[in-house]
């Protein structure tokens, strides 16, 4: 491996899920295998989990780790290609990416979208800048359209809490949640693009609810059960994952209509006892109701838990590479 930017990185999801899972348990193993290598983890967008436990994974990898929150400590960053620098920023992403490269044997970028003009998002030009000018293997912290870290993590917690079921596959649904200001699509895109493959691989089935209007791109979608009825699609879900997304069509607005679609204890009792799950940070009674996320079935601590594991293997295959 090498870069690491979506789920197409990945042939075989159950491989890498096994991978990380064995990792968990034996956390330590590979410890020679990032001895005198260093991580460097650019933050252009404040973080939590992605910065903690990507650090954790490369400590316990042997490696060392350098953080830059380019947001805050670094110079102003330019990604326009023939444009004279007269205005407020002062660094290109040129000369900087290139110098990181020269400092990291790995390096981790975070990005989001601006939500302005959707073609400048999804072109994915700041992230595909970054590998092409630090020369160095690349791993999505998350960009504007994608999470991968996020959504392997999720998929090793699936898999991890579906273990010696009787039942062959899970019912997993992403569901879309309220919320009061203009998120990103990157969670849910990457999110039904991984469970998508994993559909396709045989791991799960695997439905999207949202209210009319907020249709994620097609490219992440291909395979899933797409339904507007929210009921139907909880209806005997084994995991129900809750996210909110600013609409792709009326790109970054939020619309009319998605009142009531807070998954609380009513609504998921037509489920068959799912697991709920959520990235975090999470805003309480807003998106997902307190009684849940404090009830028995929320696996969202589990699920931040295991972001550790997606980050070792995929920096061990990257390592295992070099
Ligand atoms: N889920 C997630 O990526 O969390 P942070 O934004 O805190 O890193």
Known sequence: MNTFF??????????????ALALKAAPYAYQSLGKNKTLG???LNPSLRTRMSTQKAAANLGMNVMVMNM?????ALETRDGVVMDGTTVEHIREAAAVMGEYCNVLGIRSFPKLKDRAEDYSEDLFNKFVKFCGKPVISLESATRHPLQSLTDLITITELWQGKERQKPKVVL?????????PQAVPNSFAEWMCKAQAQGLLDFTITHP??????????????????????FQDADFIYVKNWSSYNEYGQILIGGEGWMPDEEKLKVSNNAKVMHCLPVRRDLELASAVLDGPNSVVIQEAGNRVWAAQVVLKRILETQ
């Open 71 to 75: 947001d805050k400590d670094g110079w």
């Open 41 to 43: 983890l650019i933050f």
């Open 175 to 183: 569901t879309w949640a309220p919320h009061v200001k203009p998120l």
């Open 6 to 19: 979506s789920a197409h990185n990945v042939d075989k999801l159950k491989e890498i899920v096994d991978e």
């Open 212 to 233: 009319e209007g907020y249709e994620l791109a097609e490219e992440f979608t291909q395979g899933a059960n797409i339904t507007v009825n929210q009921q139907e699609a």
